[in-house]
């Protein structure tokens, strides 16, 4: 390869910084014009496709959130009128009235959010820090360190529908295992994990750490792999300890991982919806936002504004952890 | 840092055993937490297998967690026949392979493109792609679900004649949601190859589609391999496309048909547990054989930077 080329080119392309430079100069003006149509051909198909079917759905979000519509009949722009019965008063620009609604009236709003945020902490501060531990362990290379891999990630491959099937025999009622072993079987004495609304998202939620914490574990796996294994020798002949090496050495260096465990950790929590759902429609102690936008929507009563106005909440907050993400990866490009 | 996640067999094996010398304690403390997690990691998945070998009349007399009487493989084929399996693994195969395929081929042109020819905001264009992926589902289903009641199909793609209720329409959202991850790690993965490369095709005269198909394309088996083997399951795996943008049952990939049949077995719990696990057969059967690709996969998107 290195035949056909320059030397200063390939010292050019070992050089990152150099490279995208090099690429600017060439220019789309070198192509001919069929490379031309190839260009507008592998990149226009996949663009409409993400703009028609991810894009404009996310902007529409946007915008009928400001409609009371109940999905039949047209748009229009003018005013709701707040005399007028829904019937006659149905695709006009409402406002911020859902907004208003969700957050005053509407009984599901802040126990969905309060959800969300308990799905949160439960996946920030036990399935990551487990994920992590069990990272730390297996890479330390101890006895059966594979097999042991394999198994905890085993949950990541099943689907969450049934994963909430699964537990289901964990934890129902009369015949779970749960129940069967601690005794508290029987109608009066058993314990209803998953009927129970101030018991079952606890519940959920030790089927979603199962599954969250094998993933969070291959995720730092990878990014131990890529510490610079003198980093760890200079830490022990300075005298530092395992426990010491960890948080002062290695997992400083690997910022990067933590912040997609971040990101995975937020968006997951954020998107939580099968397990609720295979569980029990995510009503009854089980409501989380996701949930309250499909039912808004696709239910039997078809509320387009309202469901996506509570969309947008989740949107909203959902771009935190995105815009952190993109920041983080994209940032160095931009500069060079 | 992304190439290495892949070129290195085994990424996440330990490398060499023992490197760093632990105290004795320290060994067995290890063993036994990881023993214990192990163990009830496997519990879950263990009980329901046990549920779906044993026969429901033993079940019915001495409940579900007792000994053995008998066990049987009658529950299986019982779940099998009685809930139609086939045809949901049909309509999965129907919706994942294809999408499989197209999500692939129409990320790795974005990403040569965005990585390889100097276009305006290719930046910009990365960002968009990456962030698609990210948003929650729901945030994007109001529009979606109203779009595709609007969008004609001819019968011969549909019978209901809309993307609604379609198995196109499931490839349709599947590809679009998926393009942004593909893209994100294809460019990554296709920014390693070395710039002299091109230099060099582009001495020899390739045109454009010659340095995307016969150079970048074999350069790239490795992530495609590994992007093939997530998404299969990914898309295996879904359940909010196909319980909203589907409305009849008999269309819905096994996942989401399986919140069906456990209403039509509601009385009989070892079928359910039957069908549960012979519905997450594929996606065991694909990490079992390809669990390198799928840890390299995950890797790939993670360890960027």
């Known amino acids: ?336 | 840092m992304t190439t290495e996640a892949l070129t290195r067999p085994g990424t996440a094996a330990p490398s060499a055993p023992g490197r760093r010398r632990t105290r004795p304690w320290g060994q067995v403390a290890s063993q036994v937490f990881l023993i214990v997690a192990s163990v009830l990691w496997l519990l879950p998945i263990a009980f329901a297998l046990y549920v779906a070998v044993r026969p429901y009349s033993d079940t019915r007399k001495y409940g579900y967690v007792s000994l053995p009487h008998h066990l049987t493989l009658k529950n299986f084929s019982e779940a099998w026949t009685q809930s139609d399996m086939l045809h949901f693994f049909w309509n999965s195969v129907l919706i994942t392979v294809p999408a499989v395929i197209i999500v692939l081929a129409l990320a790795s042109g974005v990403a040569f493109v965005l990585t390889r020819v100097d276009v305006k905001f290719n930046i910009a264009l990365l960002i968009l792609f990456t962030a698609g992926n990210l948003l929650p589902q729901q945030v994007i289903i109001t529009p979606l679900y109203r779009l595709y009641l609007k969008i004609t199909l001819p019968h011969f793609v549909s019978d209901s004649g809309l993307m609604y209720n379609s198995i196109f329409g499931l490839i349709a959202i599947n590809v679009a949601f998926q393009l942004g991850f593909c893209v994100f790690v294809l460019s990554n993965y296709m920014k390693s190859v070395p710039e002299e490369m091109y230099e060099a095709a582009l001495v020899d005269g390739a045109s454009l589609w010659t340095r995307f198909w016969r150079l970048t394309i074999p350069l790239c088996r490795p992530a495609l391999a590994a992007l093939a083997t997530l998404l299969t399951t990914w898309i295996y795996n879904d359940f909010f496309w196909a319980i909203t943008l589907m409305s009849s049952g008999d269309k819905r990939p096994v996942t989401s048909a399986l919140a069906n049949l456990q209403g039509q077995f509601v009385s009989n719990q070892n079928l359910i547990a039957a069908a549960a696990m012979i519905a997450a057969v594929p996606t065991l059967v694909v990490y079992i054989l390809l669990q390198k690709q799928f840890i390299a996969g995950l890797s790939l998107g993670a360890t960027k930077g």
């Not at chain 1, 969700?102 to 902490?121: C, D, G, K, Q």
């Not at chain 1, 397990?275 to 387009?304: D, H, P």
């Open chain 1, 1 to 336: 390869m290195s035949s056909t080329s320059h030397v200063d080119t390939a010292a050019a392309a070992q050089d990152g910084a150099t490279a995208p430079a090099r690429r600017r100069r060439r220019g789309v003006r070198r192509l001919s014009l069929r490379d031309r149509i190839v260009v507008g051909v592998l990149l226009g198909i996949p663009l409409l496709l993400d703009l028609a079917f991810v894009w404009f759905p996310a902007i529409g979000t946007a915008l009928l959130s400001f409609t009371k519509w109940n999905g039949v009949g047209s748009l229009h722009t003018q005013t709701c009128k707040p005399n007028l019965p829904s019937i006659l008063n149905n695709g006009c620009w409402y406002g911020v009235q859902n907004y208003h609604q969700a957050a005053t009236i509407y009984p599901a709003f802040w126990p969905a959010v309060r959800h969300n945020l308990i799905w949160l902490a439960v996946f920030v501060l036990i399935a990551t820090p487990l994920g992590m531990l069990f990272a730390v362990l297996i890479d330390r290379g101890i006895r059966g360190s594979r097999m042991y891999q394999s198994i905890l990630f085993l949950p990541v491959m099943l689907s969450l529908a049934l994963v909430g099937i699964i537990w289901e025999f964990m934890y129902s009622q009369n015949y779970g295992l749960i129940n069967t072993v601690i005794g508290r079987t029987g109608d009066s004495n058993a314990i209803d994990w998953l009927g129970n609304p101030h018991l079952n998202l606890w519940s959920v939620l030790v089927e979603a750490t199962w599954r969250q914490s094998g993933y969070v574990m291959v995720l730092y796996l990878a990014g131990l792999k890529a510490v610079d294994p003198t980093l760890r020798e200079a830490a022990t002949v300075d005298g530092a300890n395992a426990w010491q090496t960890f948080w002062r050495v290695i997992f400083p260096v690997m910022r990067p991982i933590n912040i997609v465990v971040m990101v995975v950790t937020v968006i997951e929590s954020l998107r939580a919806f099968d397990l609720v759902y295979i569980t029990n429609k995510g009503i009854n102690g089980l409501e989380l936002l996701s949930v309250l936008v499909t039912s808004n929507i696709v239910g039997e009563t078809q509320r387009v504004g309202f469901g996506s106005a509570l969309g947008v909440v989740l949107l909203i907050i959902s771009l935190v952890p995105i815009s952190v993400f993109l920041y983080q990866t994209f940032r160095r490009e931009e500069a060079s």
